[in-house]
């Protein structure tokens, strides 16, 4: 059952005693994950360096698709990025219902993956009805050259506006995921509805089910919500900076 659409990663609803499983980390783990767990030690294709941790975390050698903890071992588990590197998502999120009593899930959404493609990407997802709808790249049309570096790595950085904006609208770039208990998921989807947002132009119609419109109410209390989310993030991240290490140091 999905629960909401967070903001970002950092906007989630964690609570204070509770067990963190984060499945996929990568070099980017979450800090406040309990335990990692990762596929691949010695091969960053699918991430962009080598894996990292946190003194205080458990790393886990394992398959996301099947990890060796107890059924609803963890309060809380988080896939971000992960996903759309699966060979069956429906598998993988099945383990993660297993594991987890509730959770998060991030990947790139349609129009992210059309921004920035990445090869090691086989899904790409958009979020319709509250259900993950991931299909698969080689069954779409052209995704385009990889604009990643412009609007990932350098225009959020010099502009304040368009960090706004991708807070604000959250769902433009990545599909953010909040779920308790199941997770709502159709993999290359054959029904016309579904399918014909992956493969046709967008009509007013279909961009209005994928971003519902706004009054000015919302748009402003959306707005303020980003903004205070923004600046708390930049005062935690002065005041609680953490650095993860190298598997190697940690052990």
Known sequence: MKLRNPISREDLNIKKNAYVLEVG???NPTYRANVLVDKYIDSNYHRSGDIKIYPHQKFVNADGAKMPFK???FDYVICNQVLEHTEDPNAFVKELQRVGKRGYIELPSLIGESLFPKSSHRWTCLEIDNKLILFEKNKLPLIYPDYGRTFLNILPYQSFALRMFFLSYHQINCVRYEWEDSIDILVNPKDDFYYSFFSKQWTEEMVRTIFPPRSKIQELTTFIKALVHLIKC????????????SIKDHK
């Open 25 to 27: 980390s990568g070099h």
């Open 71 to 73: 059924d609803k071992e």
């Open 234 to 245: 930049m005062i935690l991240h002065k005041i609680q900076h953490h650095e993860p290490i």
